[in-house]
Structure formats: structure tokens, C-alpha cells
């Protein structure tokens, strides 16, 4: 069976009004048929705790792992520093192999509703990611800037500026299909070669 696999915290979970919500993996499923989806993410997860499940991750054979944490790395809660947040998903990436992930940035958090997420380290741990992308050869969406530049931003977020609304998702989808469609394309032309 051929896979995709969303590896993060409660952003890629789909966690809505207090909730799990399979909402985007369902999303993904519409657009690729023919494919399992399997969402192996969980809520409140950093990427110390993911370390733990990266072999489980590893024996689903997936196609395609959309790797999105960060969300709760950059609280300043039980505060991760950005090196060892690079130093977590290099092990993750170089685990799972570079060419099935697409990485995702942390996505914006609207720190005036939560003060423990400041905006100094929402960028901090983009630029971790985008430049571990670049490092390591791997697709890359920049979430945070993605959500930033927008002129909706505030229907985003849900009411504790930190999950997605619906709006938030379509965002994300829409972002994430193209990247899919080609990380599979990629995979095609690498195993015809």
C-alpha cells in the first residue's frame, strides 16, 4: 500500500475546538486516492518526543512524510533552543529520508493571545527550518510567512490563536497538494533513471 504519513504536533493533528479532527488528512485522502493517509501526529508534541516514534514512522514504508513540528518548540514553556530543534529534525529527516519529506516551517501564532509563543522565536525556528531544508535537500514550506502575509490572518487562528481554523486549513492544503503531487513526481523520475 502506498502511503503518506503527516508526522507533527496538533497543527498537522487537526485539532479543532478542543478536539483531534482528522480534518486534513481527510483533505489529503480526496486529492490522493490510491494512497493510505496516516496521521501520526499528536498533540503537545515537541520534537524531543518525536524522536521516539521516528522508527515507527520509518517501519509504514511511506511515500511521502509531511514533517511539521514547532509549534510547541518555540513556547517558552519548558523552552527548547533552536540548535537542539535543528539537531532533532536532522535525526528525524536523515532517518526518514530526505527525498520522501516535506518540511513545514512552525506556523504563525498570534503571541498577544499567547505570550508563552513570542514572535522573535516564531521566526528563530523558521529560519532553523528553511535553512535545514536547503541543508538537507528537502521540500520546504514556509508556514509562518505563508500565514503572516496574508489579508485574513485573524481568520486563520481559532480563538486561542494557535489552532487552525477551517480557513487555516485551506491555507495549509493548498500549499501542501503541489508539494506532494511533486515529491512523489520526484520519486517517480529518481526510481526510472
Wanted: aromatic residues 8%; hydrophobic residues 40%.
Amino acid at each position: 500500500m502506498k502511503r503518506i504519513v503527516l508526522f507533527g504536533d496538533s497543527t498537522l493533528m487537526g485539532f479543532r475546538n478542543g478536539k483531534p479532527s482528522d480534518t486534513l488528512a481527510k483533505r489529503i485522502r480526496k486529492d490522493f486516492q490510491g494512497y493510505e493517509v496516516i496521521n501520526m501526529s499528536i498533540a503537545d508534541y515537541k520534537t524531543n518526543n518525536a524522536m521516539t516514534r521516528v522508527d515507527r514512522i520509518k517501519r509504514l514504508d511511506p511515500k511521502v512524510i509531511i514533517l511539521g513540528f514547532g509549534v510547541n518548540d518555540i513556547s517558552i514553556d519548558d523552552e527548547i533552543k533552536p540548535g537542539k530543534f535543528a539537531a532533532n529534525l536532522t535525526n528525524i529527516i536523515e532517518t526518514l529520508g530526505s527525498q520522501k519529506i516535506i518540511l513545514l516551517s512552525p506556523p504563525f501564532t498570534d503571541w498577544r493571545k499567547d505570550s508563552s509563543r513570542p514572535w522573535t522565536r516564531q521566526l528563530q525556528f523558521e529560519l532553523v527550518t528553511e535553512h535545514l531544508s536547503k541543508q538537507l535537500d528537502v521540500s520546504y514550506i514556509d508556514l509562518l510567512h505563508k500565514m503572516a502575509n496574508t489579508n485574513n490572518l485573524n481568520e486563520l487562528l481559532q480563538a486561542d490563536g494557535l489552532h487552525f481554523t477551517k480557513q487555516g486549513y485551506n491555507l495549509l492544503e493548498d500549499e501542501l497538494i503541489p508539494e506532494i503531487k511533486a515529491t512523489l513526481a520526484n520519486q517517480n523520475e529518481l526510481v526510472s533513471n
